[in-house]
């Protein structure tokens, strides 16, 4: 269970969360839906440890990040887009690399056939295209076998078929006990497989059971524009 | 950690950096080599020239003391001490026009002119004696210059050498190679090369935007930085070692390779001479730039923990190796010895041609190696408060 408490966090005077708290359970997968450049990845970086928070601000199973760093760490696996692949390595390194790094006894070769990336497992990530790299990306969050699953974006690039594809790899992780945060722009794919949604509003979380509800109208809700809100209240 | 070095590994040795530092340190090294392509060999004729040069002063001095009508006693002792050193003189000058060249009897009279100046310097220091002055090397005239030329010929022609002097034109390949390292690419460009490199690949996770998974790896960041710091070391230092091997190659197989025994003299104490064989030269100078890459990584890794761009990088690491100019150095302090910019003009520091106090080469290996030790710990302690490369 990943516990965040009292969250606060900006970029100069630029306030992006304020005073947040949540969790996340075992086995629960939230999604997280905000307009572009609201802290989607903000938050997922704090998670991580890779922008400053308070000592005593993140939980995750248990354990402290500012008291046992490398143990936190290994309960998750974020990596923030394909960008930060290593270009001149192969899928193959990655894959390994990850498995070691994280201690993870996943047979990589089953991961590589069931997201049907044989055919460029000894290509190196140069030569890849998008679509290919957010499979490379997905295989490493899947062969790291960690507990909690950021993930920034997932569905970008993706034709249909994979899509549904990766929604189907995010419930079969959801029946494994994962933690997974998921952010997205993509409403429908959100209301397929999340739990809960956290929408990011006013430098806050505001957090929506999936009941099964039009996700995009309450998107739209969510972020009327002021014009809009304004033509609607006259 | 096995895969981290592995990592690691494969993205530095793939990078194209290594062939522009490879490259950069060929061209520095090949300076004198290019400069002399298509120039006939006349290292023996200028050698000749300059023994011709030397008997010509002497004789000039003899024809002049002759002219004085009424010699005073002095002056009497001087035109003998002239006509003792032209008989030396004319010997050395027989002995280089011999056909086929005769290196032996060529050393033996070069050995007993040393001797006899240095028997005359020993009697009075200011004996006005006519001195070989070789090309591109400075005259020596104190006593500890006679002995350091005693040493020398005795060696040459104990070894059955022939002299190859530092002006000479297609040097063999051990003697240009010592001779560059030593005379003619100075010890700070060898270094800042080796700094591009380092700031390169000290830099090239945050240039390229992948620090951040470097960051969530679960271990600690200390060791990230201490693999990433061994291998690019490693890395820079083979680059070096291919590069000299490079240019001792292609010299060798147009100049002949030279012999590893050929002397160089020097001395610990100012008063004696000691030889050091070639051989030995080159593996001094590569424990120097051994050490002084460690040290130089050592202190890249810190570097890196603050800046994001090579330049910078680059601009910070050679602004610690400029304070290493003997022209910077401050005047010379108790606490000299101790620090490290003492060290980073090695072809000084194996030559004993410091203007400062130093621990000699062997300390300063070992004292290179302990800051190293110190900059990389108080990095470790840096990195574990800030858990961020
Ligand atoms: N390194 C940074 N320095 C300063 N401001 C930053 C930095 N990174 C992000 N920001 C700001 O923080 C805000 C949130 O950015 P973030 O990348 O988290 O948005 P996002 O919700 O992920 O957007 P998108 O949907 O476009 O990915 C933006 O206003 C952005 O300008
Ligand atoms: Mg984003």
């Known amino acids: 269970m990943l516990s965040v408490n009292d969250l606060s966090f900006s970029f100069k005077k630029n306030v992006i969360f304020d005073q947040v708290s949540f969790s996340i359970n075992d086995g629960e997968l939230v999604g997280l839906v905000a307009p572009n450049g609201t802290g989607k990845t903000t938050l997922l970086k704090l998670l991580c440890g890779l922008l400053p928070t308070a000592a005593t601000t993140l939980t995750l199973n248990g354990i402290h990040l500012y008291q046992h760093r490398t143990a936190y760490l290994r309960q998750l696996f974020f990596l923030e887009n394909s960008n930060q692949l290593y270009a001149d390595l192969t899928v193959a390194d990655h ?23 044989a055919g460029y497992y000894r290509k190196k990530i140069k030569t890849l295209s998008l679509g290919m790299k957010q499979h490379v990306l997905l295989a490493m969050y899947l062969v790291s076998d960690a507990q909690t699953l950021l993930i920034d974006e997932p569905l970008n690039g993706l034709d249909p078929t994979s899509i549904q594809q990766f929604e189907r790899v ?19 794919s959100v ?20 009941t099964g509800q039009d996700m995009l109208a309450v998107y739209n809700t969510m972020y009327l524009k002021a014009g809009e809100q304004h033509a609607r209240s006259v | ?21 490879f490259a950069a340190l060929v061209i520095l090294l090949l300076g004198t080599f290019f400069s002399q392509t298509g120039q006939a060999n006349t290292t023996r004729g200028d050698l000749y020239n300059v023994y011709v040069t030397t008997d010509d002063g002497i004789t000039n001095e003899v024809i002049a003391l002759r002219k004085v009508k009424h010699r005073t006693a002095a002056q009497t002792a001087r035109l003998n001490q002239k006509l003792t050193e032209k008989t030396y003189a004319d010997q050395i000058i027989a002995a280089a026009s011999a056909s086929p060249a005769a290196a032996d009897q060529l050393n033996r009279a070069l050995l007993h002119y040393a001797q006899y100046a240095l028997r005359q310097t020993q009697k009075d220091p200011r004996t006005p004696l006519q001195l070989i002055a070789y090309t591109d090397q400075p005259l020596d005239r104190s006593l500890l210059g006679r002995v350091k030329d005693v040493a020398f010929y005795r060696y ?92 001792f190659l292609l010299v060798g197989s147009q100049n002949g390779w030279g012999t590893w025994t050929y002397p160089l003299v020097y001395s610990l104490d100012g008063l004696h001479a000691r030889i050091m064989p070639l051989a030995q030269l080159m593996g001094m100078l590569v424990l120097s730039i051994f050490s002084l890459l460690v040290f130089f990584t050592a202190i890249g890794g810190l570097i890196s923990l603050f800046v994001r761009t090579t330049g910078t990088h680059f601009l910070w690491a050679s602004a610690l190796l400029l304070t290493g100019l003997p022209s910077v150095l401050g005047p010379a302090t108790r606490l000299m010895p101790w620090l490290p910019v003492g060290y980073f003009d090695y072809a000084a520091v194996i030559l004993h041609r410091t203007n400062w106090p130093t621990l000699g080469f062997g300390g300063g290996v070992g004292l290179l190696l302990g800051w190293s030790l110190l900059v990389f710990g108080g990095t470790g302690v840096l990195l574990h408060r800030r858990q961020l490369l």
């Open chain 1, 191 to 210: 209301g397929r497989v999340s739990d809960r949604v956290f929408f990011l509003q006013n430098q806050t979380i505001v957090p929506i059971e999936n």
């Open chain 2, 156 to 247: 040459l022609l104990d070894h059955h050498i022939q002299e190859i002097p530092t002006a000479a034109v297609h040097a063999p390949a051990i003697n240009y190679l010592a001779g560059a390292f030593l005379y003619h690419v100075s010890p700070f460009l060898i270094i800042a090369v080796l700094l591009v490199g380092l700031a390169e690949f000290f830099t090239m996770d945050k240039r390229l935007g992948t620090i951040d998974f470097a960051n969530t790896l679960p271990i600690s960041k200390s060791k990230v930085l201490l693999i990433q710091g061994l291998l690019t070391c490693l890395l820079m230092f083979v680059l070096f070692l291919l590069a000299a091997v490079a240019v």
């Open chain 2, 1 to 21: 950690m096995r895969a981290l070095f592995k990592v690691t590994f494969k993205r530095d040795v793939q990078s194209t950096t290594n062939i522009v530092i």
């Open chain 1, 95 to 117: 894959l390994t690399y990850v498995r070691s790094m994280w201690h993870s006894a996943v047979d990589i070769a089953g991961v590589v056939d069931s997201l049907g990336m």
């Open chain 1, 170 to 188: 995010f419930l079969a992780l959801k029946q494994q006990g994962k933690s997974m945060l998921i952010s997205s722009h993509q409403m429908d």
